[in-house]
């Protein structure tokens, strides 16, 4: 088996009657960036959950390389949580602190609970932690209360969090739903600079198909818990746009799909 392959083999999650995500098997090779696109309700969340343990699933299997993810207890799914880092639309920042300590925050899984709650961090973990923060451009705002920060410099804190726990892959659940074209730009601009850099798998769910077309090396596209389309964004034609979000037009795609990406598709 490839090392470092995400593999999902049937993967079922149930929510009582509904199937958030149905049958779901893909293969995802170390370094690929890959979005996940559909409407609302299509499973993207939850798919993002189940990778890393957020949710259980009810069948199927997960692999990392050889590693079988689904069995994983205790000191093992702490470790694997630590390898899939997650971000989400909302930066999760404690507003209070600075920007640095939010960081270093993402080292506490590695410490032990002493250090964890007095948070004392050693100089190399400052490093690391400033690093990170200098590679997301936000080394200047290290001392600054993060509260104090806009929506997208709280969205690259939140991925410098996350690359200080060294994840292998990245699960970032709409990370720019939230914010304004511009810092939205800035955010999917960092995490392709990281995939490329790091070589890190990174898992996006995107709202719009621009965005996606525009970043993502493999567009997986979802309905109904299922995956109704897995290729690139060239492959990702009208025509499928259309099947994937129903024939009757606008109404069933997802509002931030806007009128005028499809469009623009319908013209490309
Ligand atoms: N914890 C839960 N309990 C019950 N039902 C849930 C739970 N989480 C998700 N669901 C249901 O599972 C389905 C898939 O939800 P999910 O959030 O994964 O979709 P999504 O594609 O991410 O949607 P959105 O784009 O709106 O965030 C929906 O029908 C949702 O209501």
């Known amino acids: 088996m490839e090392q470092n392959m995400l593999s999902l083999d049937g993967i079922c999650c149930r929510f009582g009657d509904t199937r958030a995500v149905d049958r779901v098997s893909l293969d995802i ?6 979005g996940i696109i559909g409407p609302s309700g299509a499973g993207k969340s939850t798919l993002l959950r189940l990778i890393n343990r957020l949710v259980e699933r009810s069948e199927g299997g997960i692999h990392f390389g050889s590693r079988e993810i689904t069995g994983l207890r205790g000191r093992a799914l702490r470790q694997w949580r630590r390898d899939c880092a997650m971000i989400f639309q909302q930066f999760n920042l404690v507003d209070r602190l600075d920007v640095l300590t939010n960081v270093l925050v993402g080292r506490i899984a590695d410490h032990g609970l002493i250090s964890s709650l007095t948070m004392r961090f050693s100089e190399a973990e400052r490093e690391l932690a400033f690093h990170a923060l200098d590679r997301l451009g936000m080394a200047h705002k290290a001392l600054e209360r993060a509260g104090n920060l806009s929506g997208g410099q709280q969205q690259r804190v939140a991925i410098a969090r996350a690359l200080v726990q060294r994840p ?9 739903a939230s914010l304004d074209p511009g810092n939205a730009t800035r955010v999917m601009d960092a995490l392709r600079r990281i995939n490329r850099e790091d070589g890190l798998t990174v898992l996006v769910n995107l709202h719009t198909l621009d965005t996606a077309r525009a970043y993502c090396d493999r567009i997986v596209a979802m309905r109904a818990g299922r995956v109704m389309f ?15 979000y129903g024939t009757d037009g606008l109404g069933q795609i997802d509002e931030s799909v806007t009128s005028t990406s499809l469009r623009r598709l319908e013209l490309a």
Do not use: K, N, S
Not at 29 to 34: D, E, N, T
Not at 231 to 240: E, I, S
């Open 168 to 176: 292998h892959v990245m699960l970032a659940d709409e990370p720019i």
């Open 29 to 34: 090779p170390a370094g690929q960036f890959v």
């Open 230 to 244: 897995d290729g690139t964004a060239r492959q990702l034609t009208p025509d499928v746009v259309r099947d994937l």
